[in-house]
């Protein structure tokens, strides 16, 4: 079975990519989509197969990949309940991508190629999270970091759309050299790059350190935070983040399959699969608990002011993540894990529902372009209103709510009873950003929905709903943003944890999910607090005085500035990093191959013998009296020398 999982996006990719003209548009969508789709019900079989239950566990080896002196790599499928849950979002996601996009691409002339683009991208993320070793995963994990490439790009026309593709790749480099450092440091230590080997000897070598540029660090904490390096290039955290909002220019579907539940969640995976490694490495977990909170505020801070409606969900995205890695960080590995599970519909039901909204308005893009759209677009306003109802973490602790309700509380409220370093800072930070993720999901819904029109009277009389082949995924989509947090929750974070995870991820000492359940009430009533006055906020500025949020921009100024240029990190790492790069480049290239290599070398030896060619030439001036006279001179040249080597003068 897991076998079919992985490969049939495979197949799909190689029959759309190769055999597109023949199979035609229609073909290459329905094949591609069909193999998605038969892949994502086998990985929901899978996952109640294996789901709490240790015998299922099992490695399907497929052969020898790697034999160098002491490394030896076998490409094996790793089947456990880790896995079994990426498989279900990964697959689960991207199949309703591939139906959404055959509506979505209906006009566009290269469907074949896009739909191959996202199949080779659901079968890189699926060897990546089935990978039994860090080279396997490796080999994944690049493989999503190319095929991100051609999908943030597949409008190659568009220049933002090539600068878009290149950042996110270069970016993505960045981190993937960090994690290519903690791979060798891995094996130095271990001996191995298996994850069974590894997890089997992570107490025998505590203590041990290692030299890290003339310094001795402890071994563990070094290579964990190599790791965690990879994992914050792939999952956007701050100071690796800038890739992610400029991904919006690909197609509306890849931003749901990207930055929804696959691509963002590669590092999230990674830190949660580690979890032996990290847990005994708890100064790495500190990391780990404060950059996920700062990257929390952080980036919703900055949709609090963005006005496409894609960075608005992009940024949410991005702060989401910072929950993920933060629980995480202070050992709730369970919750990361749920709150990635239910983010994957309600953040891929937003992002369509966005789609379907752009899609309305003729590929408009700007919320101040839209407003009133619910009476012309109630479906899909019913649809984004459960994505954000879950988004914002709505429900009654003690009672009922959507999917995020359960996930998000059981992430902060972990935090609230961490140990580990930072767990304070996450707890506040991951309070404030509950405020800022309502205000800003409500002012998306308000600004799109309610009010006047501000769009042209053209395009208004344009606007219709999506057709069925892209409402239907949204429905699946929304069923699971209503009803996953509840349906899971003692699975993931609940009294059944321990059967269902079955040693897939530590339960460890600073598994603080059980402390998490017997928080002081007032904890467990903060987020729905904030959630509240976040509601309340975005009415008062978007419903009931309109004019509000022009005044305050206009009376904080500086700080509006600061947040809608997202903190300036653009523009610093462009002054700090880019141009000195750029200037250094031109220097070597200009200065140091043409001029000095060049110069002296070929360009330099032709330009010669070519000045003096043309100096030669002008001998040949075709005269007589020249060469008579030219020939005068050579014979009284001869003459002179004869005559001085002879003796005669």
Known sequence: MIELIVFLPLAGFLAAGLAGQSLGDRGSMLLTSSFVTVSALLSVALFFEVSGNPDAFHTVTLGSWIQSGDLAIDWALRVDTLTAVMLVVVNGVSALVHWYSVGYMAHDPSKPRFFAYLSLFTFAMLMLVTADN??????????????????????YQKPSANAASIKAFVVNRIGDFGYSLGIFATFLLFGSVQFDTIFANVDAVKGTTLDFVGYDVPALTLVALLLFVGAMGKSAQLILHIWLPDAMEGPTPVSALIHAATMVTAGVFLVARMSPLFEAAPDALAVVTVIGAATAFFAATVGLVQNDIKRVIAYSTCSQLGYMFFALGVGAYGAGIFHLFTHAFFKALMFLSAGSVIHALSDEQDMRQMGGLRPHLRTTWALMLVGTLALTGFGIPGLIGFSGFYSKDIVIEAAYAGEVGGSLFAFVMGVAAAFMTSFYSWRLMFMTFENKPRASKDVMSHIHESPMVMLVPLFVLAG?????????????????????????????????????????????????????????????????????????????????????????????????????????GRLLWIGGDQKTIDGLGPDGVSRTLVAGAKRMRRVQSGYVYHYAFAMLIGVVILVSYIAFYSGGF
């Not at 860090?134 to 409008?155: D, K």
């Not at 006055?533 to 904080?556: C, T």
Request: net charge neutral; hydrophobic share 55%; glycine share 12%.
């Open 480 to 584: 699971g943003a209503v009803f996953a947090g509840f349906a899971f929750q003692d699975w993931f974070v609940g009294d059944g944890r321990l059967a269902f995870w079955a040693g897939s991820i530590v339960q460890g000492e600073h598994d603080v999910v059980d402390k998490a359940h017997h928080v002081s009430k007032w904890v467990e009533w903060l987020p729905t607090a904030m959630m509240a006055l976040g509601l309340g906020a975005a009415w008062l500025f978007y419903i009931r005085s309109p004019q509000l949020p022009g005044q305050v921009a206009a009376s904080a100024k500086g700080l509006y500035q600061f947040l809608l240029n997202k903190w300036y990190f653009d523009e610093l790492y462009r002054a700090l990093i880019v141009r000195p790069i750029f200037a250094l």
């Open 134 to 155: 860090l080279v396997q995963m490796f080999f994944g994990w690049e493989g999503v970091g190319l095929a991100s490439y051609l999908l943030i790009g597949f409008w």
